[in-house]
Every structure is written in structure tokens, then in C-alpha cells.
């Protein structure tokens, strides 16, 4: 059976995209067009539960739909309002207003507003993925037992084959009011702490760090403030002691 014809019209798109399982396929192909892939842990072997919508990672064991780590989370909107409002946006040769959306998807202005800003976000970068944005929180610190509570041969081992036994350094990203991303990373390098800061924060967002050198590099596409985290910011901490 051939595709159906994607819309053309305002119209054509509100009817297209009133079938559930057209947006979700519409929106797994937009954001995983290799295939559902889980967030957390990147592994492409999952369980799909059909009646819920969503899939179990065979790897980490968690589970996760569409909407997780999108424009799209922590939002009661449905997909039909979301793809709509994306067709409108695309297909608007001199922009669209929240009013317009309000009053052609029957969703309220404030509503529209935030579905256009978020859209606009994902525009910009050119991904579903939604990245924190705001105020956000970010620290690092270091995971793992110490050689000295190895036993001996272990440790022995362990030296010979590294040179010296190393923790695992994960850095913490907290938007305030919002949720929390980590990523493991092999050594505290600037470049890697970047790269993990980049990957997860909207430019311009207010950065808020300690005064570790690699975040001064970082901070720079930030309105970066640096503060002692254990006063001005013991959300982060906390996550990370629970964790």
C-alpha cells in the first residue's frame, strides 16, 4: 500500500494527522529515522507495549515513547495538535501567530504560544530533541571504588592494564523548574565537558557552575555565572546524592 499523500492545506493537515497512529509513525520518523532508539542509553533493542505507546529498553530496561527528551514532553498536547502546529509554522510564508493556532487548532493562545516557541526552539536546531534551557545547573563529579578497596590481585590488574586506576566522571545538568540530564564522560577534559554542555543546553541560557577552568571555555556562548554550588545551588547535589 502506497504512502498517503501528505497535505497540502491547513484542512488536509488537521484530517491527516487526526489518525494516532499516523502522528505516531509521522513523529518516529521525524526523530529516529533508523528506528526507535532509547535515550538513555542509545541501544536500538527494545519490547514495544502497543497499547501505551511506548517501548523497554532490552539494554537498560527503561521505558520511553516518542515525546521523552522532546519539544514535546512534559506537555498534555496530543501529536494531532503538535504536527499541526508544525504544518502551519512550515508552510507560513510570513510567519505565524499563537492567535492563528488558537483559533485553528481550538487550543488556547497561551497554549499556541508555548507550542510555537518550543517548535521555533526545534527549528533552530534542528532536532526534536529538546535541550534545557533557562536557568540551568552544571556539575561534575567522580564515580567508582578506589584501588585500595580492590582486592589486591584485582587492583594489581587493573594498574598494569590503565597505568593507574581511574573513577568515572559524570557531569550533572539541572534546568531549574525542569528535569535533569548526566552523561559519563572518560576524563574532566574541557573539550568533553563542552561537548556535554552543548549537546544539552540552548545557547544564551543562563549557565551556572563552579569555578573549574573548563567551564570558563564553556561559558562563553552562556550568560555564565559561577557560584559556589554547595550555597546557591543544592538542587543539583541533591539529585546527585540520590542518584
Not at 53 to 80: A, M, N, R
Not at 155 to 165: H, R, W, Y
Request: net charge positive; charged share 25%; hydrophobic share 35%.
Amino acid at each position: 500500500m502506497s504512502e498517503p499523500k501528505l497535505p497540502t492545506t491547513l484542512q488536509e493537515a488537521i484530517k491527516y494527522f487526526a489518525d494516532s497512529q499516523r502522528c505516531l509513525d509521522f513523529a518516529i520518523a521525524m526523530r529516529w529515522p533508523q528506528g526507535p532508539t532509547c535515550p538513555r542509553c542509545h541501544s536500538q533493542e527494545y519490547r514495544f507495549i502497543k497499547t501505551r505507546s511506548v517501548w523497554v529498553c532490552k539494554h537498560c530496561k527503561k521505558q520511553y515513547s516518542v515525546k521523552v527528551g522532546t519539544i514535546f514532553e512534559d506537555s498534555p498536547i496530543k501529536l494531532d495538535k503538535w504536527l499541526c502546529a508544525m504544518w502551519m509554522m512550515v508552510n507560513a510564508k510570513n510567519g505565524i501567530s499563537s492567535y492563528e493556532v488558537h483559533r485553528s487548532l481550538g487550543v488556547t493562545q497561551k497554549t499556541a504560544w508555548f507550542m510555537l516557541y518550543r517548535i521555533r526552539l526545534a527549528l533552530q536546531n534542528g532536532s526534536l530533541d529538546r535541550k534545557l534551557m533557562g536557568d540551568v545547573e552544571v556539575d561534575e563529579t567522580y564515580i567508582g571504588g578506589q584501588a585500595r578497596n580492590m582486592h589486591k590481585d584485582k587492583a594489581i590488574k587493573m594498574k598494569q592494564a590503565e597505568g593507574f586506576f581511574r573513577k568515572a566522571v559524570v557531569i550533572g545538568m539541572l534546568e531549574r523548574k525542569g528535569e535533569v540530564r548526566t552523561a559519563v564522560l572518560n576524563r574532566a577534559s574541557t573539550k568533553l565537558i563542552e561537548k556535554a554542555v552543548k549537546e544539552n543546553v540552548v545557547p544564551g541560557s543562563n549557565l551556572y557552575s563552579d569555578q573549574l577552568n573548563s567551564y570558563l571555555r564553556v561559558g562563553k556562548e552562556y550568560a555564565h555565572k559561577i557560584i559556589n554550588p554547595a550555597v546557591t545551588f543544592p538542587h543539583l547535589l541533591h539529585h546527585r546524592q540520590r542518584s
